[in-house]
T-cell receptor, first 116, second 114 residues
């Protein structure tokens, strides 16, 4: 596709439910990032993939958060036993390998998670 | 370690007035610096970036920013605000090595008053 696609755009979960958020990066983009954006805050780094390898997961807030990118394209962020503090917009971004776009991220529109 | 500080969570300007959004960064290595804009219910979009070379960089929609190493600043400016500029603006920094993890500031919401 032309841009980064995320689904669902909106998700309401009851506390304790598991959720899965999907990201389709721009075709050919090697790098994929997940960010969490709480209301009124800037995006906070969660995890990074280069192809299928998860090279950095230092931002995942707890072991309830899990991300995968098994074939180096689509990625899924899974949150188990959701808590109210997990309510946020989850942003996916991709980046090409080439240095001309060094550090530039292409963002999807985000998945807004509300935990009741 | 790297970080970004944006001064002022909300800025209001009159239509046609100068826009100035402030950003200071901290980085242990030469930084790459970015400004992103976020319109309501949309993803972040790159406005402009500094990597190397000319310290005054121009972006989309008439915005520009100047990298000042001595002041560790990367302020965003636009000579004349337009109503369509109302949005949230994020300054961000990444390192010149590694996989360029990008760290964002907390954002500045720009209001344009007609």
């Amino acid at each position: 596709g032309a841009g980064v696609s995320q689904s669902p755009r909106y998700k309401v979960a009851k506390r304790g439910q598991d959720v899965a958020l999907r990201c389709d990066p721009i075709s050919g983009h090697v790098s994929l990032f997940w960010y969490q954006q709480a209301l009124g805050q800037g995006p906070e780094f969660l995890t990074y993939f280069q192809n299928e390898a998860q090279l950095d997961k230092s931002g995942l807030p707890s072991d309830r958060f899990f991300a995968e990118r098994p074939e180096g394209s689509v990625s899924t962020l899974k949150i188990q036993r959701t808590q109210q503090e997990d309510s946020a917009v989850y942003l996916c971004a991709s980046s090409p390998r080439r240095s001309e776009h060094t550090g530039e991220l292409f963002f999807g529109e985000g998945s807004r998670l509300t935990v009741l | 370690a790297q970080s970004v500080t944006q001064l002022g969570s909300h800025v209001s300007v009159s239509e046609g007035a100068l826009v100035l959004l402030r950003c200071n960064y901290s980085s242990s290595v030469p930084p790459y610096l970015f400004w992103y804009v976020q319109y309501p219910n949309q993803g972040l979009q790159l406005l402009l970036k500094y990597t190397t070379g000319a310290t005054l960089v121009k972006g989309i929609n008439g915005f520009e920013a100047e990298f000042k190493k001595s002041e560790t600043s990367f302020h965003l400016t636009k000579p004349s605000a337009h109503m369509s500029d109302a949005a949230e603006y994020f300054c961000a920094v990444s390192s010149s090595g590694g996989y360029q993890k990008v760290t964002f500031g907390t954002g500045t919401k720009l209001q344009v008053i007609p």
